[in-house]
Nanobody, 124 residues
Framework: QVQLAESGGGSVQAGGSLRLSCAAS????????TGWFRQAPGKQREGVAT???????RYADSVKGRFTISKDNAKNILYLQMNSLKPEDTAMYYC??????????????????WGRGTQVTVSS
């Protein structure tokens, strides 16, 4: 069983930056897709950025050019660098993983491992 723990959330003004981290309790092989998802109040959870088992990265259109996903395999940590933040980025951000080539469009129930989330609030 793998546990995921997010950190790095907070409150920033529009235009600011945050870096989220997701630490995994155990090594996750390259066969895993890992990524970041978010859920704003009253909205469905959506994919933000993922890294597939082949290393390919996928981003939501709304964050392209502003967010960057990366991972440190040696430390079992997944990152999300968020720049030029906008009020509409306000949400609870979760990291998740599944042993599947891709995971960006998978329904939440299909991802096996989830963290508890970290809140990101962007004020105008």
């Amino acid at each position: 069983q793998v546990q995921l723990a997010e950190s790095g959330g907070g409150s920033v003004q529009a235009g600011g930056s945050l870096r989220l981290s997701c630490a995994a309790s155990a090594y996750m092989s390259s066969r895993y897709c890992t990524g970041w998802f978010r859920q704003a109040p009253g909205k469905q959870r959506e994919g933000v950025a993922t890294i597939g088992s082949d290393g390919s990265r996928r981003y939501a259109d709304s964050v392209k050019g502003r967010f960057t996903i990366s991972k440190d395999n040696a430390k079992n940590i997944l990152y999300l660098q968020m720049n030029s933040l906008k009020p509409e980025d306000t949400a609870m951000y979760y990291c998740a993983a599944v042993a599947w080539p891709t995971c960006f469009i998978l329904p939440p129930g299909a991802l096996k491992y989830w963290g508890r989330g970290t809140q990101v609030t962007v004020s105008s």
